[in-house]
T-cell receptor
Framework: RKEVEQDPGPFNVPEGATVAFNCTYS??????FFWYRQDCRKEPKLLMS???SGNEDGRFTAQLNRASQYISLLIRDSKLSDSATYLC????????????FGKGTTLSVSS | SAVISQKPSRDICQRGTSLTIQCQVD?????MFWYRQQPGQSLTLIAT?????????ESGFVIDKFPISRPNLTFSTLTVSNMSPEDSSIYLC?????????????FGQGTRLTVV
């Protein structure tokens, strides 16, 4: 089993659509969870951290289920500028800051 | 936040040669990492660059192939040694605040390496 697994992509949606990405991780010792965004031929950048209680940042909502080792990202009212690859990321182990990246899910929003 | 300058941004190298990639940060950081992103794949951690001591390598990566230096808290180098076409990839430097585990990782712009 891969350490971090994500939905296979790509997701092709129209502007204004709601889209959800799912992710599972294998290491129960992981304590930190993130969604990163990577634009084509660019470096990854943090989109949002994911907390146990769930958290929202504008049109983006992240959820974490530790029991199921499952993370999700919901994007509402998709914009053209949301087109990118979304990477599910967890820290390597309980104490460490080194990160394990999922393969990413590509989102393409069209007008 | 941290601003990272990584160079070269790209290079085309002959097989059997070595390339050293430099990563310069605009502030002192506790944790520095080197990642590889192969075509169509996500990032894979190569090693943690430890200041003043040997780097900590992940499974599948060895010091002879990827020697790393970290002489101070703002600078690190990664060398890709005895290159083969399989080493063609994007190499990324990353920094984090090591005092907490849930801190944001900042990345350099990456070095796009092609081995011919």
């Amino acid at each position: 089993r891969k350490e971090v697994e994500q939905d296979p992509g790509p997701f092709n949606v129209p502007e204004g659509a709601t889209v959800a990405f799912n992710c599972t991780y294998s290491n129960s010792a992981s304590q930190s969870f993130f969604w990163y965004r990577q634009d084509c031929r660019k470096e990854p950048k943090l989109l949002m951290s994911v907390y146990s209680s769930g958290n929202e940042d504008g049109r983006f909502t992240a959820q974490l289920n530790r029991a199921s080792q499952y993370i999700s990202l919901l994007i509402r009212d998709s914009k053209l500028s949301d087109s990118a690859t979304y990477l599910c990321v967890v820290n390597k182990d309980q104490a460490g800051t080194a990160l394990i990246f999922g393969k990413g899910t590509t989102l393409s929003v069209s007008s | 936040s941290a601003v990272i300058s990584q160079k070269p941004s790209r290079d085309i190298c002959q097989r059997g040669t070595s390339l050293t990639i430099q990563c310069q940060v605009d502030s002192q950081v506790t944790m520095m990492f080197w990642y590889r992103q192969q075509p169509g794949q996500s990032l894979t951690l190569i090693a943690t660059a430890n200041q003043g001591s040997e780097a900590t390598y992940e499974s599948g990566f060895v010091i002879d192939k990827f020697p790393i230096s970290r002489p101070n808290l703002t600078f690190s180098t990664l060398t890709v040694s005895n290159m083969s076409p399989e080493d063609s990839s994007i190499y990324l430097c990353s920094v984090q605040d090591g005092r907490r585990s849930n801190t944001e990782a900042f990345f350099g712009q990456g070095t796009r390496l092609t081995v011919v």
